[in-house]
Structure formats: structure tokens, C-alpha cells
């Protein structure tokens, strides 16, 4: 089954530096990568996410690129804001339904 | 209505209680599902059910047994649980033709 390894596991930026994340994953069959951002004590909620057939996609500050033969994929966030504060999580998945998740990172902008 | 809601927010049981988690969204997805996040570690996969049938199941104790009655609820019956059942237990739902799982807040359970 796929295995989805993230890093850093914790990431701390000052307001207005990028932060990056950066997923692996074991499955090459897997085709649908979106990224959770889940705030302390609140439900994960979906910031972007990207398909295989896709190298990069872009939303506002965030973006997502995805390397097909490396397996891997990345998380950028630009011009960062204290509310950007959260554990992100990548995931993989052959279709959407089972979702395979990293370990998490926890991003910590610091005024 | 673009919430997938979950009750109880909170619950704690002893080890021989029977008890059941509610999910339900009104968004007309056809996909919902279970999850169990533990503290400090992110969501794992546990049911998964399309078109009201069960279409994954990943080796979940029979403790857990999860019910889908119609297209907008989702249960999760608990039963005979151990004190490492403890955790966030998270209901999300989807479209089948589509990507995004839209997750609920969660029932955070405690076994006593």
C-alpha cells in the first residue's frame, strides 16, 4: 500500500519568509495529492491539492508542485501571516477516496 | 448547508458501554467516511462508504461497525472498546466524481 513520508516535522518562519514542505510517497499508481491544514482543535480542511497528470498549481500564496519520477511533492506558502499557524498534512492516494496521510508538520510563524 | 456535522462532541465511555457516533451532511455527497486521528498524528483511514454501501474497510476491529442508513448519515456503533480506542474520531464526506473530502469537527472519545 502507499506510504507517504513528510518533513520537517516542525517549522518555524518569520511573518513574511516562505515556509516549504515537502511529501514522498511509495505508490506509483497514486494520482491525487491534496494538502490539509488543520488549526489546534478544529477539523483538517483542504488548502490545495494537485493531480498526477499536473506539475503545478498555484492558489493566492500557496502552491503545490509535484515531481511524477522523484514521487515526491512540495507545499510552498509565501509572504507568511501569523494565521498561516497550523499542522499541515500531505497526502497520496490511488483516485481521492483512500487517502494516505504524512505525519504532519506543525508551522509556526513567528511575529 | 456546506458543514458535515458530528455528534457528540465529546464522549466518554467505560470499556462494556455501547455507544454510537452520528455524522450527517446535507451537500448530496455520495462518498463518506471514517477516520481516527490520534494525538499529535494525523488522520488514518478506517470505513469508507459510496452510494450507502461499505467500499473500504481497513482491517478495523469488529468493536467498531459502522452503519450508513441513507445518503446523509453516517454511525459509527462502538462496542467492547479499549482505553487505546481514545481518540478524535472524524467523519468527512465527498463527491465520488470528486476530489476534495469536506471533514466534520469530530467526537472525541474517551475509554475508561
Known amino acids: 500500500g502507499e506510504n507517504v513520508e513528510q518533513h520537517p516535522s516542525t517549522l518555524s518562519v518569520q511573518e513574511g519568509d516562505s515556509a516549504v514542505i515537502k511529501c514522498t510517497y511509495s505508490?506509483?499508481?497514486?494520482?491525487?495529492f491534496p494538502w490539509y491544514k488543520q488549526e489546534l482543535g478544529k477539523r483538517p480542511q483542504l488548502i490545495i491539492d494537485?493531480?498526477?497528470?499536473?506539475g503545478e498549481k498555484k492558489d493566492q500564496r500557496i502552491a503545490v508542485t509535484l515531481n511524477k519520477t522523484a514521487k515526491h511533492f512540495s507545499l510552498h506558502i509565501t509572504e507568511t501571516q501569523p494565521e498561516d499557524s497550523a499542522v499541515y498534512f500531505c497526502?497520496?492516494?490511488?483516485?481521492?477516496?483512500?487517502?494516505?496521510f504524512g505525519q504532519g508538520t506543525r508551522l509556526t510563524i513567528n511575529p | 448547508d456546506t458543514e458535515v456535522t458530528q455528534t457528540p462532541k465529546h464522549l466518554v465511555m467505560g470499556m462494556t458501554n455501547k455507544k454510537s457516533l452520528k455524522c450527517e451532511q446535507h451537500?448530496?455527497?455520495?462518498?463518506m467516511y471514517w477516520y481516527k486521528q490520534k494525538a499529535k498524528k494525523p488522520p488514518e483511514l478506517m470505513f469508507v462508504?459510496?452510494?450507502?454501501?461499505?467500499?473500504i474497510n481497513e482491517s478495523v476491529p469488529s468493536r467498531f461497525s459502522p452503519e450508513c442508513p441513507n445518503s446523509s448519515l453516517l454511525n459509527l456503533h462502538l462496542h467492547a472498546l479499549q482505553p487505546e480506542d481514545s481518540a478524535l474520531y472524524l467523519c468527512?464526506?465527498?463527491?465520488?466524481?470528486?476530489?476534495?473530502?469536506?471533514f466534520g469537527p469530530g467526537t472525541r472519545l474517551t475509554v475508561l
Open positions: 468527512a464526506s465527498s463527491q465520488l466524481s470528486g476530489d476534495e473530502q469536506f
Open positions: 505508490d506509483s499508481a497514486s494520482n491525487y
Open positions: 494537485i493531480r498526477s497528470n499536473v
Open positions: 497526502a497520496g492516494a490511488e483516485g481521492a477516496q483512500k487517502l494516505v
Open positions: 451537500m448530496g455527497h455520495r462518498a
Open positions: 462508504y459510496s452510494y450507502e454501501k461499505l467500499s
